[in-house]
């Protein structure tokens, strides 16, 4: 297996006393069991995986689930996972993956190729660099002067990828962290928006992330 390494004690989320991860940062989404959509279909929400063993992952959510609660995991690295949430942690949670012997042989010579694989940003021919946030957590403030926890995919100088609860409309007005945007377009696990002025890049980050 790859060389692994607990995560540190100020991470977003902590690994349990003794347990290893190999260090990942993989974008993906998750449905919980118990949330649908107003057709009464399983809701989808971003989330990323921020650790990873054979038997175990973690990850950073917008909305968490409870302990025990089955969880489906999609992303483009390691394909479909499910298990159940063991352990609620801040800002995310603690996935025992179920899977067979075979399958989780298969999975950790999976993992140890990847760990070994350098991993590097590639432009996705958008028209502005996106930028993945080192924190994703952050804060929505909405027209009626409400706000809710979200979850910030990723950004550039324009406009933003998030998730979270809430399912406003295109159109709809709002604040990610402090900058003001409009939701443009719906995505398959969040919505995008578009800032309403450019943002400057140099601390675009530190107005976007506010919890």
């Not at 942690?89 to 350098?118: C, H, P």
């Not at 590639?122 to 809710?148: C, Y």
């Not at 406003?168 to 919505?191: H, S, Y």
């Amino acid at each position: 297996m790859p060389q692994a390494s607990t995560l540190p004690t100020n991470d977003p989320v902590t690994a349990p006393h003794g347990n290893a991860y190999i260090t990942v940062s993989v974008a993906g989404h998750y449905t919980l069991t118990k949330r649908y959509d107003s057709r009464g279909k399983p809701r989808k929400f971003s989330c990323r995986i921020m650790a990873i063993s054979p038997h175990e992952m973690a990850l950073a959510v917008p909305v968490s689930g409870f302990k025990g609660e089955r969880v489906t995991i999609n992303c483009e690295e390691f394909g479909t996972l499910e298990g159940n949430i063991e352990r609620v942690t801040v800002g995310g949670f603690i996935l025992k993956i179920n899977m067979s012997d075979k399958e989780r042989a298969k999975f950790g010579a999976k993992l140890e190729w990847y760990d070994q694989v350098q991993k590097n940003i590639t432009s996705d021919g958008r028209e502005h660099k996106r930028i993945v946030p080192k924190n994703p957590h952050s804060t929505l403030l909405l027209a009626d002067g409400s706000s809710v926890r979200c979850f910030v995919v990723d950004y550039s100088v324009s406009g933003a990828a998030v998730s979270a609860e809430v399912e406003p409309e295109v159109g709809t007005p709002l604040a990610v962290g402090k900058v003001v945007a409009r939701v443009i377009r719906n995505l398959p696990a969040g919505f995008a928006v578009k800032f309403i002025e450019p943002q400057e890049p140099g601390h675009l980050e530190r107005l976007i992330i506010q919890a």
